[in-house]
């Protein structure tokens, strides 16, 4: 959810909406509002934290194009794989 939405989504419940209806609103599950609510409570805050981990180097569409290449050349080795990968951004 965007801050936005997490603001729209307090604001909602400030108001007195149930959660069910305010899920509904937003378009998320019920228990994401559930969630927002009790984590608001217990911080005051809607900001999110920084994530843990290393940062991802590749795209979502350069994953799902990796994976397309290993599974129609399943027997291909990494080297090789990498080659058509780089053949393709090179185009």
């Given at each position: 959810m965007t801050l936005e939405q997490r603001n729209r989504a307090l604001g909602m419940l400030e108001a007195g909406m149930a959660v069910t209806h305010v899920a509904r609103n937003i378009d998320v599950s019920h228990c994401t509002i559930s969630r927002l609510r009790t984590k608001f409570n217990a911080t005051e805050?809607?900001?999110?934290?920084?994530?843990?981990?290393?940062?991802?180097?590749?795209?979502?569409?350069?994953?799902?194009?990796?994976?397309?290449?290993?599974?129609?050349?399943?027997?291909?080795?990494?080297?090789?794989?990498?080659?058509?990968?780089?053949?393709?951004?090179?185009?």
């Open positions: 805050s809607l900001k999110t934290r920084p994530f843990t981990g290393r940062p991802r180097k590749s795209t979502a569409n350069e994953e799902r194009y990796i994976t397309l290449i290993s599974r129609r050349n399943r027997f291909i080795s990494e080297n090789n794989r990498s080659v058509l990968y780089n053949n393709k951004n090179n185009c």
